[in-house]
């Protein structure tokens, strides 16, 4: 059996070889390695692609080991499994109880704010930029959830398209 995964890792010393351990230690082989470190994106993500053979147990367990250290698998076999999800916040952010609005989004289940910047303007209102991943098909529920913090917290939401 074959599997073709894209992962997204840190570009860093030993982060590629860390993710190339549970492969053999599965029992599994490795077919290709593609690592695209001029593709790197704003958080110092490079994507890796790995094409992987075994039985389907041996790849269940890579696959699990995978997710157990962290690695983030963006693609399996073709099928996008985290989608990237960016939103602009408004307003009075930072007296709106940020950590609230923050925890508030990371709170659903499959969502991760990725990175939050915040352009301050002195006591006038701030924008924030808010890059989230989440698992696929989660797009409407985090676009809810920061309709109705926006709302109570009087904050204009700006969403992607």
Partial sequence: MRINLVLELLDSPGKLVKVLEPISTF??????VIHKRDYKNDNGMVPVQLTLEGEHEELKNVVDKFEELGFTIIEMDGVVRKEKI?????????????????????????VEIVAFDIKLNGEDKSTALINIEADLGKKQIIFNRIAEIASEKDLLVINEV
């Fill in 27 to 32: 029992g599994a082989n490795l077919v290709t």
């Fill in 86 to 110: 960016t939103t602009i916040l408004f307003g009075h952010i930072v007296d709106q109880d940020l950590r609230d609005t923050m925890d508030r989004i990371n709170e659903l289940d499959g």
